[in-house]
């Protein structure tokens, strides 16, 4: 009796053992990201990447934008807007506190808002800061930000994140060592390799049932979907193999989520850069490429045409896939009308995501059938970065826009693909100022009209998010309404 009754402490101790190991297995996530962020600070790089890794979870806004897409409280537990518009009142929640202890207060909304207007910022999206005229404290608690003009999407510009808080103390160093209020703070960046967050103890919030969180990093889409196979990965939100998706869906250990993006897919062209400089150049381009087949090819038909820089889930949305029909004949016509002649030869740029890579080569082929030589350059992310995004320096790439509602980035005096038209900018300053949600709409209408008019870019499909997980992961975004990996609400079923 004594033997039976030993053996089976032993066995409940065991038993016990397995349960601890399991739940402390159900605490933690690893989520696969096709690129690395070049840093960790969002209010000083344009990388999508590092939002994904820190927004919701490292760093936070006085508002910020849910699953849904919707404006909510944040650090600001309310506010109020003047009459006229140009006043808003920030009622901040009390007792937070940044990750080295920093106390969060109306100081750091003056400091944040202020860096990202300074003439030196380096955020970039500083046009969002422009209309802020002033930042004033009336007291520790309220902030009160005053407009040079009514800016109707002010609220929504800054829940982006560009616009979050950052302390004095971790500002300078915040690209490598990023401190912020949110649910888990930085652990630490195996470079190449991964990022890892830990639970914030002292977090004013919702505590996350998730204790860590560590962001893996691999571009290539062969080693991600042996990664999710084998459980080395638990959820790849953005997975880089949709034709491995068939495998997954009849799996019942995971689950495929199919969602929409703010992703513009663009052949993004350089209108300073002859001959791109002519519209019938551009049109021609748009001509000749089969959105649709890009689409099928590239993204294994994952994803939604479009005609212009704007998605189809977006307020506002008008329907202008039509106005480039895929037509080869109408594309040489254009082409020949401009002066171009058969074996012209152009560059495109490609960085690592595979929209770009596997859209390369079928946009290159129907090119070739209009009589246009595409070059195709594989390229790195940062790169991309310095060389495209920084310095202008291509012809043509192919990259995807994941900023939402972003028809502010054709508006601005500078931006990487040299579009400059003194009617776009005034349409959208019409836009932003007017406060009449009527005529917002038909501006919206009117802004991408422009844009499918002049033709930029050669605008081609909505990226969809399509992402696999395990199936026991609950809270996990269908949609990314902005770039955004939030795990604050992440959690393991029993």
């Known amino acids: 009796m004594t033997r039976l009754l030993a053996v089976a402490l032993a066995g409940s101790l065991l038993a016990g053992f397995a349960t601890m190991s399991t739940a402390q297995a159900k605490d933690t996530i690893t989520v696969g990201m096709v690129l690395e962020p070049p840093g960790l600070d969002p209010t000083a790089g344009a990388a999508s990447a590092i939002r994904e890794v820190t927004y919701g979870n490292i760093y936070e806004g006085l ?4 699953a849904k897409g919707e404006v909510k409280p944040a650090l600001a537990e309310s506010w109020s807007i003047s009459k006229d518009g140009l006043t808003y009142t920030f009622t901040l929640i009390d007792g937070v506190k940044f990750h080295d202890g920093t106390k969060f207060d109306c100081s750091i909304v003056k400091f944040s808002y202020e860096r990202a207007m300074a003439p030196d910022s380096t955020n970039a999206q500083k046009q969002l800061f422009e209309p802020i005229a002033s930042v004033a404290c009336p007291s520790a608690g309220t902030a009160v930000v005053t407009l040079k003009r009514p800016t109707s999407l002010f609220l929504f510009d800054m829940a982006w994140g560009d616009a979050v808080m950052v302390a004095p103390k971790s500002a300078a160093t915040n690209a490598t060592d990023p401190v912020g209020t949110g649910p888990f703070k930085f652990k630490q960046w195996v470079k190449g390799d991964r990022v890892e967050l830990e639970r914030f103890h002292d977090y004013w919030g919702s505590r996350p049932q998730l204790s860590a969180v560590t962001f893996k990093f691999i571009s290539d889409p062969s080693a991600a979907t042996a990664a999710v196979l084998a459980g080395d990965i638990d959820a790849f939100p953005l997975f880089p193999a949709p034709e491995a998706l ?13 969602g929409t993006t703010e992703g513009k897919t663009i052949l993004a062209l350089n209108n300073a850069k002859k001959p791109f400089d ?5 049109r021609a381009l748009a001509f000749a490429i089969d959105r649709k087949a890009v689409i099928d090819g590239a993204q294994s038909g994952y994803g939604a045409p479009i005609g212009s820089h704007y998605t189809p889930g977006d307020p ?3 329907d202008l896939t039509g106005t480039y029909p895929f037509d080869p004949a109408k594309a040489k016509a254009l082409l020949k009308e401009a002066g ?4 012209f030869q152009m560059t495109i740029l490609l960085p690592p995501p595979p929209y770009a890579r596997h859209g390369g080569e079928i946009i290159a082929a129907m090119l070739e059938q209009v009589g246009i030589k595409a070059k195709l350059v594989p390229i790195e992310w940062g790169q991309w970065l310095d060389q495209v995004f920084k310095r202008t320096d291509y012809e043509a790439t192919i990259i995807s826009h994941t900023e939402a509602r972003d028809l502010d980035i054709y508006a601005r005096d500078k931006y990487y693909f040299n579009y400059d ?15 009449d949600p009527k005529l917002q709409m038909d501006l919206v209408g009117q802004l991408q009209k422009k844009l499918a008019e002049d033709e930029p870019n050669v605008f081609m499909f909505a990226l969809a998010k399509v992402g696999v997980a395990n199936a026991k992961l609950r809270g996990l975004w269908d949609n990314d309404p902005i770039p955004a990996n939030d795990m604050a609400g992440v959690s393991w079923a029993e």
């Open 63 to 66: 508002t910020r934008i849910t």
């Open 246 to 258: 068939d495998q997954f869906k009849a799996d019942p250990k995971f689950t495929v989520h199919v």
């Open 278 to 282: 002519d519209i019938r150049v551009r």
């Open 316 to 318: 506002g949305y008008v």
């Open 340 to 343: 171009i002649k058969p074996g």
């Open 421 to 435: 038209s003194p009617d776009y900018k005034a349409l959208y300053k019409q836009f932003v100022e007017t406060v």
